[in-house]
């Protein structure tokens, strides 16, 4: 069961870094892409969607054990998380395939800092956070796992986060809770199979379905009012159930399969390298009143391209430890730190 488990959140994370990828082909090379059903829809779920995965994993693999070295903990996510959020806008965006002349290494940190550039993993690494402490709270007083009390320290945790947005504090904190709270859908799913058993049902399927077809449509992209956002969340909740079931039904080719899987496992790294592959030409090319259904096979294409191109990428920049080390967070092996290592021993 728990390979099945791994799998399956392999096959999610694939499709759903596929369907960011695709979003942004659009966006960079559709004619007010960013008003396309196609970018407009997708952008209802891509990444409340990530946050429910990342929440589901968590609850499998971050454990209070982590308590015991603490510090190690947060040094590998400042490593795996902040270091290539800030490396990709600083130096590579600004130094590397760019004709930009002027740089302003203080403009584009406060940026940064306010929740700008790759802005996914600074929202994932501070939720990240968040999540042990209720970890910590939960392992001291809800050994008995026992649902309610979860979910009051959950609350009393997210509270933290309500407590910054009643002053002000940055603007990166009401999506913080937005996201917060798919993260935990995440790590409940994960920790209780009675969500996951609900989620697996064919009647609840078909509800979501039709939630999302009937309300999608009236989404408006980049409108904060509270009713776009209510529409907004109801079909991002509506759409995980529906991948939830859809994924762990469906029977894969083994080709398509792999590839999924694989883009899965590497999706962060996917995610940190496409912005600099995915705009063809110097201004968006293809006319607005394209057909959606043909946009989505052609920009689909242009998205698996961009993939595989990532991941040849990184296939070459992993051979240099440091690079692997500043643009993806890899562990820091160098070859003559193992030499040396073997002479000590």
């Not at 996914?120 to 042990?132: E, G, M, P, R, V």
Request: charged share 15%.
């Amino acid at each position: 069961m728990q390979k099945e488990r791994i799998l399956y959140i392999d096959r999610l994370r694939g499709i759903n870094i596929f369907l960011v990828v695709l979003g942004h082909i659009v966006t960079n090379n559709v004619i007010q892409g960013e008003y396309s059903g196609v970018y407009v829809w997708g952008s209802t779920f891509r990444m409340p969607l990530f946050m429910f995965l990342c929440g589901y994993i968590a609850a499998k693999v971050i454990k209070p054990k982590i308590f015991k070295n603490y510090g190690g903990f947060i040094l590998k996510k400042c490593r795996t998380l902040l270091i290539p959020f800030f490396v990709w806008p600083l130096l590579v965006s600004n130094f590397f395939f760019t004709a930009k002349e002027d740089y302003h290494f203080l403009d584009t940190m406060s940026v940064l800092i306010n929740g700008g550039g790759l802005w996914f993993l600074l929202h994932l690494f501070y939720i990240t956070i968040l999540y042990s402490f209720w970890l910590y709270i939960s392992s001291k007083i809800n050994s008995k796992n026992k649902f309610w009390l979860d979910t009051i320290i959950s609350g009393l945790v997210l509270s933290i986060l309500a407590v910054l947005l009643y002053f002000d504090v940055s603007p990166m904190i009401r999506p913080l809770i937005m996201f917060y709270i798919f993260y935990f859908a995440g790590v409940f799913v994960s920790k209780y199979d009675m969500f996951s058993n609900i989620l697996m049902k064919r009647e609840v399927f078909s509800v979501a379905l039709l939630v999302f077809i009937s309300l999608v449509g009236f989404y408006i992209y980049a409108d904060s009012t509270i009713y776009n956002i209510l529409i907004k969340v109801i079909c991002a909740i509506a759409a995980i159930a529906v991948f939830y079931f859809t994924i762990r039904t469906i029977k894969w080719p083994p080709l398509i399969d792999k590839y999924v899987r694989f883009w899965g496992v590497n999706s962060l790294i996917i995610y940190v390298t496409h912005f600099h592959i995915i705009r063809i030409f110097e201004n968006p090319f293809i006319p607005e009143g394209v057909n959606p259904f043909i946009l989505l096979v052609f920009t689909a294409l242009l998205a698996i391209i961009a993939c595989l191109i990532t991941m040849t990428i990184y296939s070459f920049i992993k051979m240099s430890p440091v690079l692997n080390f500043l643009l993806y967070g890899s562990k820091l092996n160098l070859p003559f730190s193992k030499k040396e290592a073997t002479l000590n021993t």
